[in-house]
Structure formats: structure tokens, C-alpha cells
């Protein structure tokens, strides 16, 4: 099939090159020539494991192609993807400012009936105003079917995740619709959902409510824990084993971040407060992952009062590990604090290190080498769980610091290692390590 794919953000560029790799010939569009033009050359805008070769593959094929001129992606165009960004409105509600944009753009430059596919999370009642400003501005009296397919793919895994996912839901006004969306992801080899639009909306802001509810759920048993003395690792290990809960989103640590469960959870909540519906639970859930962004602090202050002038080395600035997407990341949360508190701080990310420059500014100091943060360094802060902190051997602690004092957002190290290699250790939900506690 012809397809266009409208923005090559994450969801765009992965959504492009996948529906390429089964065969179709795909055109990508996206408004910004940079991005275009590295694509074009075969160099991923993103870090995203497997992807590189991916490109490079169909492009050489000649199945993808990317372009900046919406006219040349859409004029003959059977299938239209949009995945534009939707970002957070000051008030919490989904913007759906780029969406309308893509919509005109597609108006503007279709030459026959085409089906519009909407994979951007949009609030609920989204693709029928899309598909009413897309039918009100066509020339020729063209007329478009809309879709609603979401996407589901994490940051890091994004390639496999396309490839091996659980499901795909497809909601369509129409049988005929269906039909050829399904046929057309087939290849993908998942569980295919057809359903109305309305539940193909709700279902994508349901699914990233559910998850963040969990992870909120685990830290506040992981609190608990720390005020019983429990270890929540085994908690969750215990829960997990039972099918109903599963071990899945059950890991405690310092909040979730990310591109996705922020902004669709308050976007939630305020479609919730439209309908008249207060989503107590969900803001619940919010205010617990606010507060559990800086917890740490709690335990910083009480360790050592002021950290006026202490070298302070935050390892990890990616909201998660093989990504070097910064949104929302608890990184950004701790930094501007700590510096606030007098801190000297030196971050550590392996690959995050020129995004975050460009929105933190140099006031702090940054380095690709975890040896580097660590030097001479009178505490540290793991927010990242890339394998180079899981993996590193605890001895580096002692002999790079001034003191091993270690405050981890999650939990990396088994308790035994920490005490084997004497570390300072504050972790969450499971009893801290301190030296009159080692013992
Ligand atoms: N990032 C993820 O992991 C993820 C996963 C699932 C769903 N989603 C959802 O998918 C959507 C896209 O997310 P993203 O992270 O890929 O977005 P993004 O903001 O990273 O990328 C969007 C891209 O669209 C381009 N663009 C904007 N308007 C355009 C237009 N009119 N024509 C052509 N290009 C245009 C931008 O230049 C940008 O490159 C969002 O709704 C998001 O919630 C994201
Ligand atoms: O047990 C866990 C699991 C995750 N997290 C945190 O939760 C955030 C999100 O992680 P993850 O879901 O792996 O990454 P995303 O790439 O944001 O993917 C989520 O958001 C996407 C955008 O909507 C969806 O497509 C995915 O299905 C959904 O998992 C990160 O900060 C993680 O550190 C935890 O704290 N504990």
C-alpha cells in the first residue's frame, strides 16, 4: 500500500519504518528539514535500539522515503497516519493543536478518498472532530474514513515492542475499514482489537492510567515498607506471582517519568472533569508520583543538613534507561533542587548528555564517564538505571568518593553487594544501609 505518515517523532518514525519493513512503500512527513534530512541519510533522530539498521534497510529498498513538502507524501496516498505530538496544556488537557495542523495539511493535499489513521493518544471524541475538519476543508468533494489505531511502544524497546507487541487496536466507524486496517497490520503477528473509536481512544489513555496507577501503587507500599521495615522487592516479588496482579510495573523507585504516563494521566483527568467525572483515583495517583520525585531529598536532608558546597554526582538523566529522551524525567526534577540547595552538581548519562545541556543550561557540570561523576564526589544520586550503574562494580564507590554514600531512585544493588563493598546506601522501600545499621 501507499501510505504517508505524518510526523517523525518516536511513534511516526517507528510507525513508518515498520510498515515499510512489511512492504509498503512509505513517505514520512515532518515539518522540521533537519529531521528530514538526517533521515534521508540514514541517520536515526532518535536513539533507539535496532532502529538505525531499519532505516537504512528501506531506504535502500526504496520502500521509505522521507520528505518536508506534505504535498509529495500525501498526493497519492492510500492510508495517512498521523502522529504528531500532543502535548500537556498548562491546564493538564491534551493539546491538539499539531493534530488540527496535520489535519489541514491533509485536506489541503489529498487527491482521492484515503483512510486517516490517527495514532497520536488524543483525547476521546478526537477522530470524529478530525475527520469533520478534514471533510469540511477538501477540494473536489473528496471524503476520508478515520481511524483510530494507538500506539502502544515504550522509549528504548520501540523496534521490538512493534514487532512483538500484545495487541494492536483498531477502532473504525466501518466494517470495510477494519477489514483493510487489519489486513494491513496482519504482518505485525499481535492480537489485532477492532472497535469503535470511541473505546479505541479510551482504551490507550486506560492503558498508560492503569500502569502509572500501578507504579504509584508500588511506591506508596514502598513507603510503607520503609516505615515497617519491609522490603518491598520481596512484597512485589510475592504480589507478582499471583496471574490476577502479575510482576509487571511493580518495580518502586523514584517516580515514573517520560513522555507519556505525565501528560495522558492529567489529560485523563481532565477529560474525566469535562464528562463531570472527578478521577479521584488518578489524581491520586499524580500527587503520589509528585511526591515521590523528591523523596530522596527527605533523606539527603536528614543525612547530612546542608549540602551547601558538597560535590554531588546525579547519575542517569533520561526518564529511563536506552533512551536519551529527557521529558519528564525525575533528573529534572532533583537538579534544579539540589543546585537551589547549593549543591555543586556533576550529571552523569551515557548518552543524554547534549539534550540535557540544551535545556539545563551549564551551570552544572556533565559527563558521558561514570568514573568522572563519581571523583571526589561526597554523595551520589542514581536516577537512571542504565546497565553501566547496575553493572558497575560497587568498589568503584569507595575508591572514586570522598565518602561511598549512595542515594539510589532504583534500586540497583542487592543489599548484600551494598554491604560487602561497605556503601553508605539509601534505597527505596527497603531498609537503608547506613554505617551504624551495618554495623
Ligand atoms: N513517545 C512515545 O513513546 C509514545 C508512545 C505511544 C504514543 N505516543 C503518542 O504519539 C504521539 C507522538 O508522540 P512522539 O513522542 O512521537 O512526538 P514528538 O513530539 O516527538 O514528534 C512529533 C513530530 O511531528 C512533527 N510535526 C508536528 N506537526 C506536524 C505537521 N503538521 N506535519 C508534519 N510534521 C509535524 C514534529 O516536527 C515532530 O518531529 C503523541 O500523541 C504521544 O502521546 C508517544
Ligand atoms: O515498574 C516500573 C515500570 C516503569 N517505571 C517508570 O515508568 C516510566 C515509564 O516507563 P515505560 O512505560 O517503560 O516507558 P514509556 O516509553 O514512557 O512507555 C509508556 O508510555 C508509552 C506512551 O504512551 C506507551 O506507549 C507505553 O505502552 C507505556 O509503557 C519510566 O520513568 C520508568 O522508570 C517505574 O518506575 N516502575
Not at 512485589?236 to 496482579?245: E, F, N, V
Not at 549543591?343 to 547534549?354: E, G, H, L, N, R
Not at 542487592?414 to 545499621?437: C, F, H, N, W
Amino acid at each position: 500500500m501507499k501510505i504517508a505518515v505524518i510526523g517523525t517523532g518516536y511513534v511516526g518514525l517507528v510507525t513508518g519504518v515498520a510498515l515499510s519493513e512489511i512492504g509498503n512503500r512509505v513517505t514520512c512527513i515532518d515539518v522540521d528539514p533537519s529531521k528530514v534530512e538526517k533521515l534521508s541519510n540514514g541517520i536515526p533522530t532518535i536513539y533507539e535500539p535496532g532502529l538505525e539498521e531499519l532505516i537504512r534497510k528501506n531506504l535502500e529498498s526504496g520502500n521509505l522515503s522521507f520528505t518536508a513538502k506534505h504535498q509529495e507524501g500525501l498526493s497519492d496516498a492510500e492510508v495517512v497516519y498521523i502522529a504528531v505530538g500532543t502535548p500537556q496544556r498548562p491546564d493538564g488537557a491534551a493539546n491538539l493543536d499539531y493534530v488540527e495542523q496535520a489535519a489541514r495539511d491533509i485536506a489541503a493535499n489529498i487527491t482521492r478518498n484515503v483512510i486517516v489513521v490517527i495514532k497520536s493518544t488524543v483525547p476521546v471524541g478526537t477522530n470524529f472532530h478530525i475527520k469533520d475538519l478534514i471533510n469540511k476543508n477538501t477540494k473536489n468533494g473528496i471524503q476520508i474514513k478515520i481511524a483510530s489505531n494507538p500506539e502502544f511502544l515504550r522509549e528504548g524497546s520501540a523496534v521490538k515492542d512493534t514487532f512483538h507487541g500484545d495487541r494492536i487496536v483498531i477502532g473504525t466507524e466501518d466494517e470495510q475499514t477494519a477489514d483493510i486496517l487489519a489486513e494491513l497490520n496482519q504482518p505485525f503477528g499481535a492480537p489485532i482489537v477492532t472497535t469503535d473509536i470511541s473505546s479505541a481512544e479510551m482504551i490507550k489513555y486506560s492503558s498508560n492510567a492503569f500502569l502509572a496507577t500501578k507504579i504509584s501503587f508500588i511506591n506508596e507500599i514502598a513507603n510503607l515498607c520503609e516505615a515497617m521495615g519491609a522490603n518491598v522487592e520481596e512484597v512485589a516479588k510475592g504480589m507478582g506471582l499471583d496471574h490476577r496482579i502479575g510482576p509487571d510495573f511493580l518495580k518502586a523507585g523514584i517516580g515514573y517519568g517520560g513522555s507519556c504516563f505525565p501528560k495522558d494521566t492529567n489529560a485523563l483527568v481532565q477529560l474525566a472533569g469535562n464528562a463531570n467525572h472527578d478521577f479521584n483515583l488518578l489524581k491520586s495517583v499524580i500527587e503520589v508520583n509528585n511526591h515521590q520525585q523528591v523523596l530522596l531529598l527527605n533523606k539527603i536532608e536528614s543525612r547530612f543538613g546542608s549540602i551547601q558546597g558538597k560535590r554531588v554526582a546525579v547519575l542517569g538523566l533520561a526518564f529511563k534507561p536506552n533512551t536519551d529522551d529527557l521529558r519528564e524525567s525525575p533528573a529534572f526534577v532533583m537538579i534544579p533542587k539540589l543546585c537551589a540547595m547549593g549543591a555543586d552538581v556533576i550529571a552523569y548519562d551515557p548518552i543524554a548528555v547534549s539534550n540535557a545541556k540544551r535545556q539545563l543550561g551549564t551551570d552544572i557540570d556533565y559527563t558521558e564517564d561514570l568514573h568522572e561523576a563519581l571523583n571526589n564526589a561526597d554523595f551520589a544520586i542514581i536516577i537512571t538505571d542504565w546497565p553501566s550503574v547496575k553493572n558497575a562494580d560497587l568498589a568503584i564507590f569507595n575508591t572514586l568518593m570522598k565518602e561511598p554514600v549512595v542515594f539510589d531512585g532504583r534500586n540497583c544493588y542487592a543489599l548484600d553487594k551494598v554491604k560487602q563493598a561497605t556503601l553508605e546506601y539509601y534505597s527505596i522501600g527497603r531498609p537503608d544501609q547506613a554505617p551504624e545499621l551495618i554495623g
